[in-house]
């Protein structure tokens, strides 16, 4: 009973540290990605049908139609609509000027209709909220004129989460006393005939029909439609205005105006959790959840912790039985089921369940359990018996997964920058040497590897021993032995006497034809796990288990090291590619990277945050990777339009680095999409503004641009220092973030050793 009582107690306390860093906030990221991952497991399936229809411009419009896109276009669709019976119409265009006979035709198309709603946005980032209304210094939409006409407004505005993927919007926006609903509700709302629309905050059972669950935060989760099922709803503008559809197609439907072609005007590309997707297809999203009432919602934080309490008293339970293989089952179990049961309950029901704290929970506890098994287990393999059968198996283990040449190599040293535990990584061989030499009650120790005859090399070592030349030679002769070897009795007129040697060990660790590892340990005393200040036959088992264990711990961080060592060099060979078909050189590279780094160091970031984004940086042009060569390779000044192919490379090269698990690759996916992103909201491809563009996307910015102003290119020469600087400094506020400007320029040695040491040849 009081091991029972233990385990909850325990349980609840891990629970509890848990539900901290939930509430803070700090497992989101990694909620957000699996919630992403759901999402997807039913976003191909068939959702309900619902009465809309999405009429979006191609790129085929002027070529179906014989004439540009304009407002008389929009007037013509208005007729065709108003003949079809069509329901309500919405637009995710603005018209902001109303200054001719196109337009004059079309707001008196839009006042007759009577069932029209406008868009309104707000470029401010909304951060503040009163209730569930977002407030806003500042509103923009289509002329008074065009306003006036309609039969509503809403606003199109979207919410991203921490990593600028779309997944909520805001349920009303406020710009002085008026207040804006989503445009998808309150077409809904005028299509259902409702006088207001109902809201109701989600709790454990889902809301009422009819009613809108809004989050505590006031947005609303979106269920975003696939592909397939935007395919349904779906027919080109042209077709419309050509005749080119199926009679009754609008008959009392609620129709969603937009723009589907890249770089067009009007035409936004919002990235969500099922790719970047147009703004117009977004907005259809959240009209077919608002007419099919098809919500997503999610439990309010002090529900969540409630239900994780009680997971952790059934788990804490579960995974600490007396049985390993039995507590591995229940957590493959577990973890199987509430993964599953997740993504059920959000297909059929719409409930966000966060998850990640439960799988935090169970993954702890079970490791919890281990480490207490291995203690027990540690206990027993004292006893002679118990410690020389799992010596047998650890070396058959190590034996099979080694060769002799994977362990030379992996011992040499490599240096690598890892950007989630680089210390840990690279003091693996000294921590788990001192694990030993603590556990058994040593000084000084080392493990040695010897592939040939009177040679060998220092693995990990602590002291420095085995370096001078009495001890260095009875390595050598301890490595032609097949057993191990105790001298505790060290003469004084012995030469190892002479560097306070008092008893030495030479334990074999692995005889391998063409490989051996030796221990070397020196100076035993008293310890927790050895009662004796001299070695003992006893000692052996123990050491020679832990010397193992050590040894695959060694071997793992190297080659964790060595893999990423990989992956970053073909990052850096990919970039020098791409640079090259820019007519640039690697040394560019190196320049952007090594600026991004002095503000990211200059601002305060963690220094695994400056190497990541630093071994991010190499890629952010890896869109025009995608552009032709005629325009990216052309001699000339650019004409309009190969200007705005140019610009098509920031959301090509995110579409490259899309989806990837790499957390190098995430970073440049939002470096590449967001370097040309200007402060004041006049950069592309989003038109960003202010803080409301990405952190990394404002440090590249500043990398990138400094160094195209201080560098020799083909088509113009350098800048001097004082010249780009005094740039940066004119287009502070309104290109660059002004805070991080003065962040890179406080650090001018550093800055002119960048481009010293990396000057073109």
Known sequence: MKGILARILYSLLLALSVVFFFQKGYLEKAELVFYDWRLSRFAEESSPVAPMVIVGATENFQMKTGQ????????????KLEKGNAGV????????HADDTDTANLISSIKRSEKVVLPVFSPVKLENRNGIFYPTSEIRSSSDQFNSAAASLGHINVFPDRDQVVRKIPAFIQHGKTKFPQISLEMARIYQGKENLIFRHPRLIRPPAGNIPVNLDGTIYIRMLSQNEIKKYFIPFEDVLVGKYPEKRFSNKVVIIGQTIVGAKNADLIPTALGTQFGVLVQASCLHNALTGGYIYRLDTFTVSLIMLLWAVVTGIMLFSPITSLNTFSLLASGGALAFVSTRVME????????VPFFVISISLYFSSVMYSLIMALKRVISKESALKVLGDVEREITNMLSPGEFSSGASGTVFSDFEGEALVKQTPEITLK???ASVGIQHGALVISSSPGKYQVIAEEGDTTSKPEVAESVREALKKKEPLILNRIRPSSGLSRYGIRNILFLPVISHPTLKVLGVFINKEYAPFSKNSYFSKDD???????ALQSLIAIQNARLNITLKETQLESIFRL???????????GMHIHRVSEYAGIIGENIGLRSNEIELIKSAMPLHDIGKIAIPDRVLLKPGKLTEEEREIVKKHPVLGASILEGSKSLVLKVSEIIALYHHEKYDGTGYPFGLKGNGIPLYGRIASIADIFDALSSKRIYKEAMSYQESKSLLI????????????????KDEPRIKKVMETYREN
Do not use: H, M, N
């Not at 052996?540 to 832990?546: G, K």
């Not at 970039?575 to 050189?585: K, Q």
């Open 68 to 79: 540009p896109l304009s407002r008389k276009s929009y007037d013509l669709l208005l007729s």
């Open 89 to 96: 119409i919405g637009f995710d265009i603005f018209f902001p």
């Open 348 to 355: 059929r029901y719409g409930l966000f369940l966060d998850t």
């Open 435 to 437: 694990t030993i030499l």
């Open 540 to 546: 052996l088992p123990v050491i020679s288990s832990l």
């Open 575 to 585: 970039s020098v590619a791409i640079e090259y078909r820019d007519r640039e050189t």
């Open 730 to 745: 004119k287009e502070s506020g309104t290109t660059f973030d002004p805070r991080l400007v003065q962040s890179f320029l």
